[in-house]
């Protein structure tokens, strides 16, 4: 008999009413937030509008579609810290959104409807330092989220449940 | 019972290393009797500390000291600072390895012999045969608690395993099962059985995996003849004006650099620091580095032909649970060059974390086809390739020209460019892994680059004829009669198995011979 397994924030209620699910961000001068999920974040290093097109990006790299956007938000904060502290950075950062807004068009990168249209812009530039300092922090900031997991399935620590032994480490009913 | 050694004691024997070579070898010394100081370059975390969790443990436990990874394999262009995932602390690489202990074949210690000349291959015969090691093999199975061995039972398979078994049966191999596994499936030597906690890697928390950290290490301190000193980074061995070695130069944990004064050093830091530290001990004695008349240290360095295959299947496996790696099938461990390529290989169960997941399917990787392949990860099973590459000689462990770590010695650059019989060999153990989890249903599959190597073997290699190798038939150098290598760099050619059993099986052969050395007056 399987163990099965709960996936936080995906009961049918939730699914139908839409949730925190590609809802709008509103930026304002000083933060980016999300009333429907009920979270902001207050940029220290980068104009939240920057902030607003660092997520946006962060989603297309790496687009799982039951994940709400503020984990892709904690996910990024790290480059707004960044910025903060180093100017340097905080150029490459902001003339990275920049360029990605111009390639992008007249409405910017967030201003492209489709994923495809977004990601045709980002193969661009996929060998710059910008995309790569971006995508190379994200494979651990957003996937090393201990909260992101049960979406996943992945049960994290295990030793403090005494192991699988009496858990399910053989419950495979399916071959 | 911890002994102190005084820094100029001369009497003693200084290991490098508290891995599965230096641990072995130390509490082996020990129990004969022998003075022996080792001397680890990380800290001691007891196995209560581990951490079950990737990215903290690899913090904790691995060796993330600069190095440099160059040459033609895609490590260098993905991880070009992480060439091997490997320990610094004491215990060494057996805190995180999976456990899996095999023997070599008969053919895999005569592989010039049995494959014949190999362009671009440097093939050597090792000077010892199975024959040879046998009696040591049995005495490292029984140390070490090696299921299907000395009577104790393999360890039950967990979900991943079973879904390697039903594909291995559909495919028609017939030499599968959970493995011959240094991880206890009940309670022996005063250690606990496995709990299926996962983890492996990352340090069994129980206890339940041998590793030297919690069985040859205190073992060897309650003789009162050894003394492990951790946080002592070895930068230089010295050598008196007749060319023997008189003690080595460490940095404490301070930084403080001190003189432990040695009768024999015996080198165990691993195919990447052994190497490196010869090199790094040159003198206008030894202008290319200890024991290097042969200009051969350094060279042959091997890694093993890796890489994965992962599946993702309609109903959930959850493959992280249990036992990382209690799972082998052995079919295609054999010399048949029909298959386009000589010696075989290995499959072995695996799995990843999720983090993990991330960071190594697809190194670079990004957009909708990676990420929905992480969306499945539930119902994913994973099985890793095990087999022997070819030696060559261009692939080296070297001295960076520019970099230096933080005692101004040199960084090692780890150069390794894959040789056609490596990459003939992994296709066809990707062909195999991926018509394994297809025959039982998988809707997608992805054979998997090789991870940064675990399996670090072959830079100071064993040989007959000096002019060949770097150190005979007990791992002695050939140049300096007090000086031992006894790690995997010792490894003439690296078979197609895990090499822990064969490090360990050399370091209890390798003390029976200092010993009597010893005795007889000759180091």
């Keep these: ?175 | 019972m911890a002994t102190n050694y005084e820094l100029d004691d001369d009497g003693v024997v200084v290991i490098i290393g508290s891995g599965a070579g230096g641990g072995t070898l130390g509490n082996e010394l020990a129990q004969k009797g022998i003075d022996v100081v080792i001397l680890e370059a990380g800290s001691r975390i007891e196995f209560d500390e581990f951490i079950n969790d990737e990215w903290d443990s690899f913090a904790q436990l691995s060796w993330g000291d600069l190095r440099t990874a160059s040459g033609g394999w895609r490590l260098a262009k993905d991880f070009p600072n992480l060439p091997a995932w490997i320990v610094k602390a004491v215990g060494g690489t057996t805190t995180h390895w999976a456990g899996a202990s095999l023997r070599f074949r008969d053919f895999e210690f005569k592989t010039l012999t049995h494959y014949g000349k190999i362009d671009g291959a440097n093939l050597l015969d090792w000077p010892i045969s199975l024959a040879d090691l046998e009696p040591y093999y049995e005495k490292a199975e029984d140390k070490m608690g090696v299921t299907r061995t000395n009577g104790i039972e393999g360890l039950p398979g967990n979900n991943n395993f079973k879904v390697f078994a039903a594909g291995a049966a559909k495919l028609g191999y017939k030499d599968y099962h959970t493995g011959r596994m240094a991880i206890n499936s009940a309670e022996r030597d005063g250690r606990m059985a496995c709990q299926q906690t996962g983890f492996c890697f990352q340090g069994c928390k129980w206890g339940a995996k041998w590793s030297t950290l919690y069985t040859e290490i205190p073992k060897g301190e309650a003789t009162g003849k050894l003394e492990v000193r951790p946080n002592s980074h070895v930068i230089q061995i010295e050598h008196d004006a007749a060319g023997k070695v008189t003690g080595v130069v460490y940095a404490d944990k301070d930084g403080n650099l001190q003189r432990q004064k040695a009768r024999i050093v015996c080198v165990a830091g691993n195919s990447i620091e052994s190497p490196r530290l010869l090199l790094n001990s040159a003198s206008s004695m030894f202008p290319d580095g200890l024991a290097n008349s042969s200009g051969q240290v350094g060279k042959n360095y091997m890694r093993h032909t890796t890489g994965s295959v992962y599946a993702i299947f309609e109903k959930p496996v959850h493959m992280y649970r249990g036992t990382t790696m209690a799972g082998i099938i052995q079919d295609e461990s054999r010399n048949d060059p029909s298959r386009g390529f000589v010696g075989g290989y290995e499959l072995e169960t695996l799995s990843l974390g999720l983090p993990f997941m991330a960071a190594f399917l697809n190194p670079g990787a990004w957009g909708r086809s990676f990420a929905s392949a992480l969306d499945a990860y539930e119902n994913m099973a994973g099985l890793w390739i095990v087999g022997e590459d070819m030696p060559q000689e261009q692939n080296a462990v070297k001295l960076h020209p520019e970099l230096k770590d933080q005692y101004g010695m040199p960084v090692a650059d780890v150069w390794f460019t894959d040789h056609p019989n490596d990459i003939a060999m992994r296709n066809h153990a990707y062909r195999q892994g991926q018509a394994l989890y297809e025959a039982v249903g998988a809707v997608r599959t992805f054979p998997t680059p090789p991870y940064p190597s675990t399996h670090n073997l072959g830079t100071n290699r064993m040989s007959e004829k000096p002019s060949d190798g770097v150190v005979n038939k007990w791992g002695q150098t050939h140049d300096i009669n007090n000086l031992f290598v006894s790690d995997g760099s010792q490894f003439t050619t690296g078979a197609a198995v895990n090499p822990t059993l064969t490090i360990v099986a050399l370091a209890i052969r390798q003390a029976d011979y200092i010993a009597q050395e010893m005795a007889a007056g000759n180091i």
């Design chain 1, 1 to 175: 008999m399987a163990t099965v397994y709960r996936h936080p924030g995906l009961s049918r209620r939730e699914l139908l009413k839409g949730g925190a699910i590609g809802a709008a961000l509103i930026i304002t001068g000083t933060a980016v937030i999300c009333p429907e999920g009920a979270w902001g974040l207050e940029t220290q290093g980068l104009p939240p509008d920057t902030v607003a097109t660092l997520i946006k990006m962060a989603r297309d790299i790496y687009p799982h579609d039951r994940l709400p956007d503020r984990y892709y938000a904690i996910a990024i904060k790290g480059h707004d810290a960044k910025a903060a502290e180093d100017a340097a950075y905080k150029t490459l950062i902001e003339e990275g959104v920049a360029d990605l807004n111009r390639r992008a068009g007249a409405d910017g990168y967030r201003g492209l409807g489709w994923e495809e249209d977004r990601v045709a812009v980002l193969q661009q530039i996929e060998d710059t330092d910008f995309f790569q300092a971006i995508r190379s922090d994200l494979v651990v900031s957003l996937y090393n989220q201990k909260e992101v997991w049960p979406y996943f399935g992945y049960e994290g620590e295990s030793y403090s449940k005494g192991g699988y032994i009496n858990r399910g480490f053989d419950d495979i009913d399916w071959l």
